[in-house]
DNA sequence: GCAGAAGGTTTCGAATGTCGAAATATGGCC
DNA sequence: GGCCATATTTCGACATTCGAAACCTTCTGC
């Protein structure tokens, strides 16, 4: 196949991609009973080691602070985080995974994580490292067109 | 570095371009001032040729036929697409993406697809090859793992 | 041809999630 | 100790979504 054609054939498979992700987030919160942003908020904290801030959870979602307030409550009621107030600074409120989390993160995550790794196995030391490489020029290529929406002034529309 | 730990690397970096995909979606939405289901119901429209109608775009989007309406009408009154009757069966709604939505598209996708296309330019077939077949791979991971996650029955929580 | 079923979209009312602003509580600073 | 900054929660308002019912249009059987 071309140079060419493949060019475009990784940018559709890419999209795909993306959309298979999205599928997978979907399947992951309708199983849970979750919204997308808990189980986002439910992800970070599981990721992290070590509790989560509810003011670093309002960061990292970029969600307002009354709407990261409600997260933690309906995670709260689902027996999936805890509250407890920091007790070196007493303002802060820390969010902590459950036991039932971490099933849940024995379910959920951990699988996807095997299968990839397993999947990557059939590479190459030096094909990991083009896909590497791929990778993160990918996302440099998103990231710059990101900070061109978001520098840029809005040109008028229906100029 | 050792293959064990580029296989984490492509781990994380695959991870971090999800996010980079998805601040991109935020970016481009918060520039039109529409919501992101807005935006994927526009993107769709202006990815097809020919128009859409409004019962695809439901089943496309994956929301209910009400909330179709209402996306149409959000895009229709920010003048990106028009909504016909088809002549063929009067019952369906064609949705069609206005000259100002062309706009949008010249402005915000062609970019970064031009500029996808120039980076990827950098590798050679071989390394395309290797790149395509990962992206594929990857996603059928996902799938499988998403199929994994909607057919079995949820694990009685809390067990 | 026409009655009734099926298809496609819209309207309506209710539920949910998000926000901004105000309120509350704690910590740091002269 | 009073005052400003930090961190979270409460409150009321708004936007988006849904399910159910309503409304046309097309198809089917007779």
Not at 94 to 113: C, F, K, N
Not at 114 to 129: I, N
């Amino acid at each position: 196949m071309s140079k060419y054609g493949l060019i475009r054939d990784v940018a559709m498979q890419l999209r795909l991609l993306q959309q298979s992700f999205d599928a997978f987030d979907e399947a992951a919160a309708a199983r849970l009973g979750l919204n997308r942003t808990d189980l986002r908020a439910l992800d970070l904290v599981l990721a992290n080691d070590g509790p989560f801030s509810a003011g670093e959870l309002t960061r990292a979602l970029k969600i307002s602070p009354a709407a990261t307030t409600t997260v933690i409550d309906r995670l709260e009621r689902a027996g999936l985080v805890t509250r407890t107030r920091d007790a070196e600074n007493r303002r802060r409120v820390l969010v902590t995974a459950t036991d039932t989390a971490r099933e849940v993160e024995r379910d959920i995550y951990l699988p996807v994580g095997e299968a990839g790794a397993r999947a990557l196995r059939g590479y190459s030391g030096e094909q990991l490292t083009t896909i590497l490489d791929f990778l993160q020029t990918a996302r440099h290529v998103q990231e710059t067109q990101t900070a061109r929406l978001s520098e840029n002034p809005a040109p008028p529309p229906g100029r």
